[in-house]
């Protein structure tokens, strides 16, 4: 089958622009004028782009589309001004779906951050007020703490004496129970409350969250779904949507095993990087190191600076870290560690360090989120060229806390997308969605004018740090492809490549960067089918 996009401003490369491109069998076979593409395209069906850009379908890097999915159908927490929001919100949700007496009910997106009634957690007395008929299990925006009610602790046995989990926490209060808040590892005793959907009810919740990918132009994405002995399950729901024919997304799979040996069952069974096909496909190891900045649990060589004596979570030790790296490195499987606070990236790259000799970083080693640094630690990436996974809608949270967290030297020096630029450190975009929402829009915003998603602060954060279009263009689409080896046939719009392309409402090269929040995407195609129209 044969497609044509004419009239279009199609993105070739930065610089290079053409009028057309024609799709035959899933692949970019001609990229041109108006004129030539017309001429070799008989019989082919046409689509008139009425002067709209043309740009290659995004790519999210990082981010977890079961959570997304998952979410659609929780309580909704994002954005609460208040705990007495959230309190009200989460019973609305009860009165509307009326759960059965003693069922699981999870929520997600609240952030302590933004209350105004009390600058604090939420805690079991808060969700008691909710439910204590219905186990309550509320993830923070980060998904690096979770909170309960008294239900949900009896139910998952959870009391004074219950020893806590190495890599996490779980606070006790000042009569020595639990206060219903789980930190890192921790977590992992009451989100194993939750049900975990099978066939086709899974299904349906990942067609859900890819509906959403969609309608932001993303074509692929680079999930963390499989998460230790849940692989066979996940990796399988994924492989069924191919195979029907309603994946609407080709997905790189980045798999999480908190010990060696659930990895090395992993291995045992034939998974590592590449396995799969071109929708579906196995990527990274994905490891965590620490927590995040809003929790404080990210890993930190000092003090945090509002919070003295506090330098965050170290969820796995230097010893276990580099066992894991090098166990997946020997067997020929990418690496990816979720790394925020600067002792956190420094652990990963002196993991790296034992694996990547004279910058030849062969299996594409990375970290996840990179967000506090400086020079050095920056420039430990560039002699063995590990790629940086970076999120720049972080910055729509951050650029409130990071100087109160860690200060004003060390923030200036944080999230250093334009100095990373400079050092030639390869970057890719993504969302960690649903930590923030899927909105490509956004996150190009918030790297090309370092702002929040309200326009502040006049002129940027720390703007010597700000990108252009173009390279934000590229770091979402062919820079994202390098992660998955798959830059000679994904991230571009050139012959050979395949067809993931988005249409979009506004010329994003060319309006003013304000407004780059006002574009749509009118148009996504995966393979030259249309997965998105609006």
Not at 95 to 123: C, Q
Not at 239 to 258: E, I, P
Request: aromatic letters at 8%.
């Amino acid at each position: 089958m044969k497609t044509v996009i004419h009239h279009a401003k199609v993105y070739v490369e930065k610089g290079h622009f053409e009028e057309a491109l024609l799709i035959e069998d899933g692949i970019i076979r001609m990229v041109g004028s108006n004129d030539d593409v017309l001429a070799a395209a008989s019989g082919a069906e046409m689509i008139d782009a009425q002067g709209h850009t043309v740009v290659p379908g995004f790519i999210d890097s990082h981010m977890h589309m079961y959570n997304v999915g998952l979410n659609l159908r929780s309580i909704n927490l994002m954005g609460a001004s208040s705990i007495e929001e959230c309190i009200q919100r989460s019973r609305d949700f009860l009165a509307k779906n009326h759960p059965a007496p003693g069922s699981v009910i999870s929520g997600r997106g609240w952030n302590h951050d933004y209350f105004t009634d009390e600058h604090r957690m939420l805690n079991r007395h808060d969700l008691d007020k909710i439910s204590t008929e219905h186990a309550l299990v509320f993830a923070r925006a980060c998904g690096h703490v979770t909170v309960v009610n008294s239900k949900a602790l009896e139910i998952a046995g959870i009391t004074r004496d219950t020893p806590q989990v190495p890599g996490g926490e779980f606070e006790l209060d000042e009569n020595g129970e639990p206060n219903g808040i789980f930190k890192e590892l921790a977590a992992s005793l009451v989100q194993k409350l939750i049900a975990q959907p099978e066939g086709r009810e899974l299904e349906d919740l990942l067609r859900a969250g890819m509906e959403h990918a969609a309608e932001w132009g993303i074509t692929s994405i680079q999930s963390n779904d499989i998460k230790n002995d849940n692989y066979e399950r996940i990796y399988g729901a994924y492989q069924s949507m191919v195979d029907k024919g309603t994946a609407l997304v080709r997905t790189y799979h980045q798999c999480n095993f908190t010990t060696l040996a659930q990895y090395e069952d992993f291995l045992a069974h034939g998974y590592k990087t590449g396995y799969g096909c071109a929708m579906n496909k196995i990527g990274p190891l994905k490891l965590f190191i620490d927590g995040s900045l809003g929790a404080r649990t990210a890993l930190m060589r000092q003090d945090y600076s509002d919070a003295p004596g506090t330098r965050g979570i170290e969820v796995m030790t230097q010893e276990q870290l580099n066992a894991l790296v090098q166990t997946a490195d020997a067997h020929g499987m990418q690496v990816a560690v979720h790394a925020i606070g600067d002792r956190g990236i420094e652990m990963v790259l002196n993991a790296y360090d034992t694996v990547v000799h004279k910058g030849k970083n062969n299996l594409r080693h990375g970290i996840v989120h990179c967000q506090i640094t400086d020079l050095p630690l920056l420039e430990r990436f560039q002699k063995n060229d590990i790629i940086a996974y970076i999120q720049p809608i972080f910055l729509h949270y951050d650029l409130h806390i990071v100087e109160d967290r860690v200060g004003k030297e060390l923030a200036s020096t944080s999230y250093a997308f334009r100095t990373m630029e400079k050092l030639g450190i390869h970057t890719c975009f993504g969302t960690d969605s649903p930590v923030e929402d899927l909105c490509t829009m956004d996150n190009i915003h918030c790297a090309v004018n370092r702002q929040d998603l309200k326009g502040f602060p006049e002129g940027g954060f720390y703007p010597a740090e700000k990108i252009d279009v173009f390279d934000a263009v590229d770091e979402y689409t062919i820079g994202c492809a390098y992660t998955s080896f798959e830059e000679g046939i994904k991230g571009r719009l050139k012959p050979g490549y395949y067809a993931d392309l988005a249409i979009l409402s506004d010329d994003i090269f060319t309006v003013p960067t304000e407004t780059i929040r006002d574009i749509r995407v009118l148009t996504t195609m995966v393979g030259g089918k249309v997965t998105f129209q609006r």
